[in-house]
């Protein structure tokens, strides 16, 4: 049996409680990793308290994550690029599962040594949608770019794609991170006030990063939905804008991408905050209502 975070059911941060899990062998394509770093996302929240149930059923005794590193125990017995020993990071788009002492994964990159475990936990599923968003929104060189949520752990990485593509981005932020989000060359915008009153021209391209944006307004300024991508929002199809999620057949690549801009130092991932398993609840919690912020890893 394994050590994990299990959910006993949707509902508040209380629902999430350290218990034993069982994790078998590896199938002929997958690897079984002994997990160091679990990372947690915003989209954890959002299927904690099961807003997501429609695109990511998780049932009782399910573990919550999408993404950990750690090191390769196990492989199939058609694996071929990675062997027992050695470091991987891994995303787990479904049935996820990272918040255990042992996952079973479908798609890894190995980690390389430039890389921490911690940050190689906190990378595959920010950085695999962002470049996701950017490559499904074709961004380009000259367009304003809008960011909801520019200094998440997604919109931190989306804003530096698109800045590196030529766009220019304008992203909705706290007040105190507009230095920050300035430095990286980003316009910041107070995400308190209505979005209509700070951004007051159009713009070619939309990627809610936050979940908890004017999403209407978004779509306004975009002149419409077929340009606007949110990875959360429940309200999404209300709105005809689309609900993205890691697309199996280039997750690998997108995630190899952003793991090679980091070790090369052309994308830069802060360090996260790294806590241990039993406050998993804690962490939601603080999350939530603000009090923890930036990207956070679980060790068991």
Do not use: C
Not at 10 to 20: A, F, I
Not at 237 to 262: C, H, K, Y
């Amino acid at each position: 049996m394994t050590k994990a975070v299990t959910i006993s059911g949707y509902g508040p941060p209380s629902v999430l409680r350290v218990d034993e899990v069982e994790v078998g062998p590896p199938g002929p394509r997958q690897i079984r990793v002994a997990v160091t770093h679990a990372g947690v996302g915003p989209t954890d929240l959002a299927i904690r308290a099961g807003y997501l149930d429609a695109v990511y059923p998780v049932r009782p005794g399910g573990v919550l994550g999408f993404e950990a590193a750690g090191t390769v125990d196990a492989v199939g017995a058609e694996v071929r690029d990675v062997a027992v020993g050695d470091d991987v990071a891994v995303h787990l788009p479904g049935p996820l599962g990272g918040y255990a002492e042992a996952v079973l994964a479908d798609f890894w990159v190995r980690r390389p040594a430039s890389v921490s475990a911690a940050a190689a936990a906190a990378l595959p599923a920010s950085g695999e949608a962002a470049v996701r968003a950017l490559a499904l929104l074709e961004v380009q060189a000259g367009e304003t770019f809008l960011l909801l949520g520019g200094n998440g752990s997604v919109g931190a990485l989306a804003a530096q794609l698109a800045l590196a593509r030529g766009a220019t981005v304008i992203t909705t932020v706290r007040p105190a991170d507009f230095d920050a989000v300035a430095a990286r060359g980003a316009q910041p915008v107070d995400y308190h006030r209505p979005l209509r009153e700070v951004v007051t021209s159009p713009v070619d391209a939309v990627l809610d990063a936050s979940g908890r944006s004017d999403l209407r307004a978004a779509v306004e300024l975009a002149g419409g939905p077929t340009r606007v991508l949110t990875l959360s929002d429940p309200r999404a199809s209300e709105l005809g804008v689309a609900l993205s999620s890691p697309d199996r057949a280039t997750l690998t690549a997108r995630l190899q991408e952003a793991m090679d801009r980091v070790a090369d130092g052309s994308l830069a991932l802060s360090e996260p905050t790294v806590l241990p398993f039993d406050q998993a609840a804690d962490v939601h919690t603080r999350l939530e209502d603000g009090s923890l912020r930036g990207k956070v890893v679980l060790v068991p």
